[in-house]
Structures are given as C-alpha cells and as structure tokens.
T-cell receptor, first 114, second 108 residues
Framework: ETGVTQSPTHLIKTRGQQVTLRCSSQ?????VSWYQQALGQGPQFIFQ???????GRGNFPPRFSGLQFPNYSSELNVNALELDDSALYLC?????????????FGPGTRLTVL | AQRVTQPEKLLSVFKGAPVELKCNYS??????LFWYVQYSRQRLQLLLR??SRESIKGFTADLNKGETSFHLKKPFAQEEDSAMYYC??????????FGAGTRLFVKA
C-alpha cells in the first residue's frame, strides 16, 4: 500500500504567475482534499474532489481550482499568485463512504511567492 | 460560524505529568471530531476520533456537547508525545475545519 505523495516538494514563484501542484492519493482511496497551511496556523480547507468532481469548497477565491483524474490523483491550480499564497499546501486522501473518514496526508508542497 | 479553537499554542509538561490539550468547537449540527498529530519530520496523521471512542497511545478524548469541547488527555506524558496536535471538526458538506494547533513539549 503506497501513501499519499505530492510534487514538487518546494516551489518558488513570483506574484502574478500560475502554479500547479500534484497529489497521488493512497492506494484504494477515491477522495482527495486540499489544504493551505500558513505558518503558525492549522490547515485551511480549500476543496475536496470525489470521483473527479468537486463536492466541497472552503473560503478560497475561484483562482484556486482543481482537478481529479480517473486514477484519483489530483491537481491544485492557483492563478494570479499573490504574496499571501505563500504557504504549505497539503493533500489528503480518504475513502469516502459517508464522510468524516480518516484522512491520510501527504508531506506537502512548500510554495513561496516573491 | 463553524470554528475550532485551541487556546494554547504551546504546552510544556514534565515526563510523567498529566496532559490536557484543550479544544472547543462551534457548530450547530451534530459534530464529528478528530485529533490529528504531527511528530517531528513526519506528516500529519490521525490520532483518534470521537466516534471510535478508543484510547490511542494512552490518549483519550471525550466529546462534551454541553461545553462544546473535545479535550485530549493523557494521564502520564512521555517524551515521545512531544509533537504538534490539531483538533479537527468535520461539518458535513465534505469540509473539515482544523484548529491552529498546540505544540506539546514533554520535558525529561
């Protein structure tokens, strides 16, 4: 059984650019959630994908978007990067039957926006 | 508003002392609560959830709906318990809200 993986590990971008972060879910999991974790804060829910559709979204603007693929891997895209987007981005996978299941987290991607 | 509050950013105790990490939540529905832990250089992982009512690594947490709390407790802290602890609330709507976290430091 393979765990959740994320790529890249670190990324540096400049304001206004676009970025794509990738996540492979744990084997057998069909649900992926993305979180933004600013320094000194807990993870903030961005959105969740279940069977290739977004089925939940936190308080993030539309320039944060995502995709889930048939193999349940996922991408997080952020357009028009702002300085405040600098954070650790976490991906978590779970097996969604009724909700509230244990989430398995990846190591995160550290994004720095200059 | 849906919210999770962990009032202590840092909690420092001696080995063998009791530990209580506080968590309060705000949610009008029926909550599902979790404690996640992150040890040094490891990824975030589930410690326990209130539905299973288990004791994991000696930790327990009881949901108190009257006080809207889900405090994490352990009677005798160990050095290996030093970590970052996050309380999390599943609100339905496929959304999980995390608290800001409490860093537990267990001194020898």
């Amino acid at each position: 059984e393979t765990g959740v993986t994320q790529s890249p590990t670190h990324l540096i971008k400049t304001r206004g650019q676009q970025v794509t972060l990738r996540c492979s879910s744990q084997s057998g999991h069909n649900t992926v959630s993305w979180y933004q974790q600013a320094l000194g804060q807990g993870p903030q829910f961005i959105f969740q994908y279940y069977r290739e559709e977004e089925n939940g979204r936190g308080n993030f603007p539309p320039r944060f978007s995502g995709l889930q693929f048939p193999n349940y891997s996922s991408e997080l895209n952020v357009n028009a990067l702002e300085l405040d987007d600098s954070a650790l981005y976490l991906c978590a996978s779970s097996l969604e039957d009724r909700g509230g299941n244990e989430q398995f987290f990846g190591p995160g991607t550290r994004l720095t926006v200059l | 508003a849906q919210r999770v509050t962990q009032p202590e950013k840092l909690l420092s105790v001696f080995k063998g002392a009791p530990v209580e990490l506080k968590c309060n939540y705000s949610y009008s529905g029926s909550p599902e609560l979790f404690w996640y832990v992150q040890y040094s250089r490891q990824r975030l992982q589930l410690l326990l959830r209130h539905i299973s009512r288990e004791s994991i690594k000696g930790f327990t947490a009881d949901l108190n709906k009257g006080e809207t709390s889900f405090h994490l407790k352990k009677p005798f802290a160990q050095e290996e318990d030093s970590a970052m602890y996050y309380c999390a609330l599943y609100t339905g709507g496929f959304k999980t809200i995390f608290g800001a976290g409490t860093r537990l430091f267990v001194k020898a």
